[in-house]
């Protein structure tokens, strides 16, 4: 069967290769063949070594396939059933303190792509049966990848906020992250949206998704335009979804008392904090990394009602090893969903 790996970069970013069907199921497992599989930089991150040491397994970890053999011991699936899966995390202990508090995430037997030796981005992947969660099959299937990783992360973002309808949040950075975002800050969560990016297309689109302001913030002075907007009070949230260090500072800058900061993006500089600003302000700075397997029901919910619209292109997985050298080139700016089935 096909699988998608890191290969010997930066001669080559990845690599279809020939590898056998994942065997061996276990009575609380489920046999799974790949459907669609999108296309994240986490992905070519781990392809290239970007996070350290470049992954031995095939990448792929938003994906959505049909059950087409159960372990003894399944008792919710049926074979034919859709399902996905929380971004990359496909078991955990169910014992520890972050497993008991619904955090599996964290757990430290979680099961991640690396340890279970291989990815989504594969015709076929074994999976426990509790991590894999049922969808209908009449949704838009592709939609329903990227709800996984990029939905589920914001979700989860705006679900630690603890916002109250009509809070304003600046979003910073408008790309695919930023974009699913905003329906999710409009739509779901009820609140007003402020769009902050530097690409005039991205931002037409995010007017478009329902930014009740953009701001170009290379261009515009992102403090004063957001005092306007704001009546000089400052945002209650701000979600940085862009890499950019500088975009981490005015998004710190532009909170109100009690605003709080949700990191998405994942910048290698550190951020310069006012601790006096912070304290008077009882200001709260987190991270949200992907979710768990509730919030993501949660953020799956949004698609089925409808509420938020995931943009991309699909492509043959035959196709992948191009999208991954524009990728790595900057020169992807649509989402990538991978069709298994051409
Ligand atoms: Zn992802
Ligand atoms: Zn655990």
Redesign the pocket.
């Known amino acids: 069967m096909k699988a998608v790996f890191g290969s010997n970069y930066p001669n080559k970013v990845v690599e279809i290769k020939d590898v056998e069907k994942p065997k061996n199921l276990k009575e609380d497992e489920v046999l799974v063949k790949t459907l669609f599989c ?1 296309l ?4 070519l991150s781990m392809a290239i070594g970007e996070w350290g040491e470049k992954s031995k397994t095939s990448v792929g ?2 994906s959505i396939g049909e059950v087409v053999e159960i372990g003894k011991n399944v008792k919710d699936l049926q074979v034919g059933d859709y399902v996905v899966g929380p ?2 995390i496909r078991g955990a202990c169910e014992e520890c303190k972050y497993c008991l508090r619904g955090e599996e995430v964290f757990c430290s037997e979680g099961i991640f792509i690396d340890k279970r030796g291989y990815g989504t981005m594969q015709e076929y992947t074994i999976e426990k049966a509790n991590f894999s969660i049922k969808v209908p099959k009449n949704i838009d299937l592709a939609s329903a990848c990227i709800i ?3 939905g589920l ?1 914001v979700y989860k973002g705006f679900k630690l906020a603890n916002t109250i309808k009509n809070d304003i949040v600046a979003i910073y950075g408008i790309g695919g992250l930023g974009n699913i975002a905003i329906e999710y800050a409009k739509n779901v969560f009820g609140l007003k949206v402020i769009a902050i990016g530097s690409n005039e297309d991205s931002l037409k689109i995010a007017k478009e998704k329902g930014a009740d302001l953009i701001i170009n913030w290379k261009k515009q002075n992102v403090e004063s335009e957001i005092n306007k907007f704001t009546n000089n009070q400052g945002v209650d949230l701000a979600m940085v979804t862009s890499s950019t260090i500088e975009q981490f500072s005015l998004a710190l800058k532009s909170l109100a008392p009690l605003g709080k900061l949700c990191s998405i993006g994942l910048p290698n500089k550190d951020l310069n904090i006012n601790i006096l600003d912070l304290t008077f302000g009882q200001k709260t700075i987190y991270g949200s990394l ?1 979710g768990t397997r509730q919030d993501l029901k949660e953020a799956l919910q949004a698609l089925y009602d409808n509420k938020v619209h995931p943009d991309f292109e699909i492509k043959s997985i035959d196709k992948a090893e191009k999208y991954f050298e524009l990728m790595n080139e900057n020169k992807l700016f649509k989402r990538i969903v991978f069709d298994f089935s051409k």
């Open positions: 999108s994240c930089h986490s992905d970890h938003e971004a990359g996984t990783c990029a992360t992907i």
